[in-house]
């Protein structure tokens, strides 16, 4: 050991749980790849979640530090101008818990704010980023129980149940909800009304509809760092499942999607292209589209109705300057009602 290396720092805190697992995620990127890639024309399609590998990832991080990606700012403005009034309105000794939390720096700042928070736990299926999330977590909050889940954020609930009861609040930041399809969204919303009871409360974010010059700039920056982030997926199916592709033929492409209120992200074919995966032919034309990521925009209308059919009321919404982003706090519809 380093003469200069603090010994207690590999004694894992006190407060830190032993990290629970879903046990039902595993890697489906094959069969998944394989599964929209043999689709005919016009339908082919790779979940979003196939995007973020550690290089997606690390492109990704890139992306939240471009200019033209607002989300980020406009939300990190509502927290310095509302983090004390959402404090409150969230209560003392919250049981704070976050899907796909990440490195864990956005609830670390509404963990300070918060009067007495009881416990927090995190959700991640990558195990390296919630190591790093739960541990730094516990050691800064010495007096808050940290449960990490290794889990995808739609599963890791089920392994939640010995958290205390009281004041739950399921923490849902950034504009993840808006990746989901609309029954995918109520499905989620329906977990979170379901775990956090009748105390309990969310605290979500939604990117809001604006001019369509914005949010093609987001998705389509001048620097080219959300193109690379989207060919990167091309990349891995040559490099994990052996697809043959030519990587050099495709181009990314973001659209604006009017009467679904949603950014559609493609690969575009420039070249025919066949390779094939697990012994499988596939096949793509000229020009043929491979869709690998939405982002829905919302309406305040369409988050109350949302949030309805899941068994929640919106009780207030906090908006940055210009309007185009939404945090908002849910109440199950049985508390509202009292």
Not at 15 to 41: H, I, S, V
Not at 205 to 223: C, H, I, M, R, S
Request: some cysteine; proline content about 6%.
């Amino acid at each position: 050991m380093p003469a200069h290396a603090d010994p207690s720092s590999a004694i894992p805190p006190v407060n830190l749980r032993p990290m629970a697992r879903d046990g039902r995620e595993g890697d489906t990127f094959a069969a998944d790849a394989l599964e929209g890639l043999t689709r005919p024309r016009g339908q082919k399609a790779i979940p979003a979640k196939h995007l973020y590998d550690a290089t997606g990832s690390r492109i990704f991080e890139r992306i939240l530090e471009i200019d033209e990606y607002y989300p980020v700012d406009a939300e990190a403005s509502i927290l310095d101008a509302r983090l004390a009034e959402i404090a409150e309105r969230i209560g003392p000794e919250a049981v704070l818990v976050e899907p796909g939390a990440g490195d864990g720096r956005k609830p670390e700042r509404l963990l300070e704010a918060l009067e007495s928070p009881a416990a927090f736990a995190p959700l991640e299926i990558s195990e390296t980023a919630l190591v790093e999330c739960a541990e730094r977590i516990a050691r800064r909050f010495p007096e808050v129980e940290v449960h990490p889940v290794c889990a995808d954020f739609a599963n890791g609930f089920s392994r939640l149940s010995d958290l205390p009861r009281e004041n739950r609040v399921a923490f849902f930041p950034g504009s993840t909800i808006g990746n989901l399809r609309p029954e995918e969204r109520v499905d989620l919303l329906t977990s979170f009304a379901r775990f956090v009871g009748e105390d309990g409360s969310a605290l979500v974010g939604f990117d809001l509809v604006k001019e369509t010059d914005t949010l093609l700039a987001a998705y389509d920056d001048p620097q080219g760092v959300t193109a690379d982030f989207n060919l990167n997926l091309v990349t891995r199916l040559n490099r994990e499942l052996g697809a043959g592709l030519d990587e050099s033929a495709f181009a990314h492409e973001a659209v604006w999607v009017e009467g679904l209120d949603r950014i559609e992200m493609r690969l575009v074919a420039e070249r025919a292209q066949r390779g094939e995966i697990a012994g499988r032919a596939i096949e793509l034309a000229e020009g043929e589209r491979i869709h690998t990521e939405d982002s829905h925009k919302f309406t305040r209308e369409r988050i109350a109705r949302e949030s309805g059919e899941a068994g929640l009321e919106v009780e207030t919404i906090w908006t940055d300057e210009r309007d185009w982003y939404a945090l908002a706090l849910l109440r199950p519809r049985a508390r509202t009602e009292r």
